[in-house]
């Protein structure tokens, strides 16, 4: 089942615009993880928040993270027409015996139009 | 740094037919995962390999998926019978070991049509 829920499911900007993009997510976790994918490069790994952190950034990308309200949210500032994909939330929980699999959102789907 | 391949990119079959893919991980990376992603869903765990045992295979359909990693490196995930329902992009992802705040490092996907 999926665990996170993202929103908006699409979203489309002006270049040189920032794009902000939540999620939601049922359970408790260990770590919030965003991806993003596109058709030229798959899946990628962007950014990852330990359950003990509020906030993080890695570039243009800043994340932060809600424990108490059980969501998170992605910002790219200054979007450029290559951040055209789909985001994906994934939550990893550590169950013991070494299974830590991601449960992913359903995603957005974020259009740069230049 | 080689990422992880996957063979085929594509497959085309009937309902009822059996199909295989391969995955081979990055090098030196001990954990590899199996995930299902249908048409505008984020990706779902089939099965997690720890070097060639299984730790996670509780949303695999056993009755038709099976899953092996004989020698702790490539891995093959094979469907038979397929379903219409199959119709998805196999992922293959790696870490270099499990356990939390690990990357998982994901290959370009096999996209299978059931027909």
């Known amino acids: 089942s999926q665990q996170g829920e993202e929103d908006p499911q699409a979203l489309s900007i002006q270049e040189g615009e920032n794009a902000t993009m939540n999620c939601s997510y049922k359970t408790s976790i260990n770590n919030l993880q965003w991806y993003r994918q596109n058709s030229g490069r798959g899946l990628v790994h962007l950014i990852l928040?330990?359950?003990?952190?509020r906030e993080k950034h890695s570039g243009r990308l800043r994340v932060t993270l809600d424990t108490s309200k059980k969501s998170s949210s992605l910002l790219i500032t200054a979007s450029r027409a290559a951040d055209t994909a789909s985001y994906f939330c994934?939550?990893?929980?550590?169950?013991?015996?070494?299974?830590?699999?991601?449960?992913f959102g359903k995603g957005t789907h974020l259009i740069i139009q230049p | 740094e080689a990422g992880v391949a996957q063979s085929p990119r594509y497959k085309i079959i009937e309902k009822r037919q059996s199909v295989a893919f391969w995955c081979n991980p990055i090098s030196g990376h001990a954990t590899l995962y199996w995930y299902q992603q249908i048409l505008g869903q984020g990706p779902k765990l089939l099965i997690q390999?720890?070097?060639?045992?299984?730790?996670?295979d509780s949303q695999l359909p056993k009755d038709r998926f099976s899953a092996e990693r004989l020698k702790g490196v490539d891995s093959t995930l094979k469907i038979q019978p397929a379903k219409l329902e199959d119709s998805a992009v196999y992922l293959c992802?790696?870490?270099?070991?499990?356990?939390?705040?690990?990357?998982?490092?994901f290959g370009p996907g096999t996209r299978l049509t059931v027909l």
């Open positions: 994934a939550t990893a929980k550590y169950s013991g015996g070494g299974a830590d699999g991601l449960t």
């Open positions: 992802a790696s870490s270099l070991s499990g356990g939390i705040n690990n990357e998982q490092f």
């Open positions: 928040i330990r359950s003990n952190e």
């Open positions: 390999f720890q070097n060639n045992g299984v730790v996670d």
